[in-house]
Nanobody, 134 residues
Framework: QVQLVESGGGSVHPGGSLRLSCEPS????????FSWFRQGPGGENTRARI??????????YYERSAKERFTVTRDDVTNSVYLQMNNLKPEDTGIYVC?????????????????????????WGQGTQVTVSS
């Protein structure tokens, strides 16, 4: 069964840190780009991309809200993708969802699709809740 499983969410105070993990089952990370989205109470239609990481060269991409606070990494040996979140703010609260976009090396250089093109992603996880409050 192919699925993505996120973990590492929790409740923290403003300024705190969390490290999220995304682990695929049923496929290898090596030919996939990954993106992290934050989803609000309104469900899938409220998803906002936070960070992405390309396959093969591990280039990281960040949306404005995540720059200088979040770091996305991948480990194709352990088949995992991570999102380190530091200096968390209340507006970071939400469900963090991992998504995978199949992109083999002979397709060239991957870059994040337009945010509204979420159908580009092949697999989605169920998400992990992050709550930042004092």
């Amino acid at each position: 069964q192919v699925q993505l499983v996120e973990s590492g969410g929790g409740s923290v105070h403003p300024g705190g840190s969390l490290r999220l993990s995304c682990e695929p089952s049923g496929f290898s990370t090596s030919n996939y780009a990954f993106s992290w989205f934050r989803q609000g109470p309104g469900g899938e239609n409220t998803r906002a991309r936070i960070a992405s990481i390309s396959p093969h060269d591990g280039t990281a991409y960040y949306e404005r809200s995540a720059k200088e606070r979040f770091t996305v990494t991948r480990d194709d040996v352990t088949n995992s993708v991570y999102l380190q979140m530091n200096n968390l703010k209340p507006e970071d609260t939400g469900i963090y969802v991992c998504a995978a976009d199949y992109f083999p090396e002979d397709w060239g250089e991957w870059s994040p699709p337009p945010e509204f093109e979420q159908s580009e992603y092949d697999y989605w996880g169920q998400g992990t809740q992050v709550t930042v409050s004092s």
